[in-house]
């Protein structure tokens, strides 16, 4: 297990700040009131999110991960959430001025096709056999030591899909995770959500004591049977929310269990290795690596 932190110059104060990621780029942002005012590589301007005022460290937290990770000529996931869509609005800047170049990307689902095709990316959906690079992708959770992650907490907008954000994370040579400090957890509470076909009864019997099931509505608070308007995926499944009362011991122990039960299509847990995680903190950025972590 590894982690390395960047640590930003004085985030509200400095007028301009310059930063080098392992000697693969130098980047300045012009910072005004901890406001980023615009980006620049080399003599190339770079704008992103400026209009949406994004603070320094959402701005720097995004070209560390695509600089750091990304080169030209890769086959790219586009995972979804706003750390990732930030990366997607940047990397179109970068493949317009030339920064980059042929980039591939793989989106996760039609809303994620959808803002790369404006940022003018070049997409390929993701077949069986399709071979990819890396892939970024925000996440619920991250459990502290090994990396396992919980995505699908939020509920899908538009045709998004936790089985095909799932796929293509699952099958990348290299996975970039992005949370937020509090996101980085050594107990992993809450939902674990799970596409089904059949009953939940086997899954209701299996955590007993230890969980809650619950089927997502598509609209209005959720309970036992989703309600009046249940969740139905494009793929015709419901979606269940397995909600643990107590802090899970092994997520991927949960998730061995859960790929072992009829009828579950799919679960929002990723045992992935390598993943490397990039956390952002008052303080800067964290990198950590699960490579030589056994899950």
């Not at 990348?172 to 089904?196: C, H």
Request: proline content about 4%; overall charge negative; some cysteine.
């Amino acid at each position: 297990l590894h982690y390395t932190c960047y640590t930003p110059l004085n985030i509200l104060s400095v007028a301009f700040a310059k930063m080098q990621f392992e000697d693969k780029c130098t980047m300045t942002l012009n910072v005004r009131g901890g406001q980023v005012l615009d980006v620049r590589q080399g003599n190339t301007n770079i704008q992103i999110g400026v209009a949406e005022g994004l603070d320094f460290l959402e701005i720097w937290f995004t070209a560390m991960k695509v600089d750091t990770y990304l080169q030209s000529g890769m086959v790219v996931g586009l995972g979804s959430g706003l750390a990732s869509s930030m990366a997607i609005e940047y990397l179109g800047q970068k493949l317009r001025v030339g920064l980059l170049k042929d980039i591939v990307g793989i989106p996760t689902s039609d809303r994620i096709a959808s803002e790369a095709e404006k940022a003018g990316i070049p997409l390929q959906q993701y077949q069986d056999n399709t071979q990819i690079d890396i892939a970024f992708n925000d996440a619920d959770i991250v459990e502290e030591g090994s990396l396992n992650v919980v995505i699908g907490r939020q509920r899908p907008q538009g045709e998004e899909s936790i089985v095909e954000e799932k796929k293509i994370l699952d099958v990348t040579e290299n996975l970039v995770i992005m949370v937020k400090e509090k996101q980085y957890k050594t107990a992993v509470e809450g939902s674990i959500p799970v596409s089904w076909m059949d009953t939940a009864e086997e899954i209701d019997d299996l955590f007993v004591g230890d969980a809650e099931v619950w089927r997502r509505p598509s609209m209005g608070h959720a309970d036992p049977t989703g309600g009046n308007f249940p969740l139905v995926t494009r793929e015709g499944h419901n979606i269940l929310d397995v909600i643990f009362t107590t802090p899970i011991p092994n997520l991927a122990e949960v998730a061995n269990l859960l790929n072992n039960i009829d009828g579950v299509a799919c679960h929002g847990i990723i045992t992935k290795t390598p993943c490397t995680t990039v956390i952002a903190t008052e303080s800067g950025l964290r990198i950590i690596e699960n490579s030589n972590v056994s899950v």
